[in-house]
């Protein structure tokens, strides 16, 4: 099983939807979460941490779910700019972050 | 603030040929990271760097691999000899602590032909 698993896509979504992406991860005793964003040919850039009492910024609301070990990015009023690659991080045992392969996100007009 | 340096941004080269890739971290940054990227196999971790020590490298692939931290302000990944199989984006990414948000380089888009 892999340490950080995520559904590659593509999400193909129209303007305006809500989308939401999962992540879940194996190691039990993680303690840092990110979400981070790649547009097409660019790095990755993080997007937002995510709490365990789960954040909002913005559009973007981040939860995580101790129990079943799953993180999840909601995306509401989505534009056109939202698409991209969005990577779930989680730090692994040896406490380091590990980058999930990423959900693409195609938002058409 | 300057982000992470990576250079060169682009590479093209022949297989055999010696490659040198450079970065420079976030100045106070402890942690480095070198990753490589592309489609079929994701961001992959090479190897990571505390406080100018290699403490991890069992990504790199193999011993044509290698990457160095004289100091704290640069890092190399050099692969020798080149094989068409290396061509990916290589990331180099710094953070406060390893498991701190990591900040990354745009990049360097290598190619082996």
């Known amino acids: 099983r892999k340490e950080v698993e995520q559904d590659p896509g593509p999400f193909n979504v129209p303007e305006g939807a809500t989308v939401a992406f999962n992540c879940t991860y194996s190691?039990?005793?993680?303690?840092?979460f990110f979400w981070y964003r790649q547009d097409c040919r660019k790095e990755p850039k993080l997007l937002m941490s995510?709490?365990?009492s789960g954040n909002e910024d913005g559009r973007f609301t981040a939860q995580l779910n101790r129990a079943s070990q799953y993180i999840s990015l909601l995306i509401r009023d989505s534009k056109l700019s939202d698409s991209a690659t969005y990577l779930c991080?989680?730090?692994?045992?040896?406490?380091?972050?590990?980058f999930g392969g990423g959900t693409r996100l195609m938002v058409k007009p | 603030d300057a982000g992470v340096i990576q250079s060169p941004r682009h590479e093209v080269t022949e297989m055999g040929q010696e490659v040198t890739l450079r970065c420079k971290p976030i100045?106070?940054?402890?942690?480095l990271f070198w990753y490589r990227q592309t489609m079929m196999r994701g961001l992959e971790l090479l190897i990571y760097?505390?406080?100018?020590?290699?403490?991890?490298d069992s990504g790199m692939p193999e011993d044509r691999f290698s990457a160095k931290m004289p100091n704290a302000s640069f890092s190399t990944l050099k692969i020798q000899p080149s094989e068409p199989r290396d061509s990916a984006v290589y990331f180099c990414?710094?953070?406060?602590?390893?498991?701190?948000?990591?900040?990354f380089g745009d990049g360097t888009r290598l190619s082996i032909l």
């Open positions: 995510v709490y365990s």
């Open positions: 190691n039990s005793a993680s303690q840092s």
């Open positions: 100045s106070g940054h402890n942690s």
């Open positions: 760097f505390n406080n100018n020590v290699p403490i991890d």
């Open positions: 991080v989680v730090n692994n045992a040896g406490n380091m972050l590990t």
């Open positions: 990414a710094s953070s406060l602590t390893k498991d701190q948000p990591q900040h």
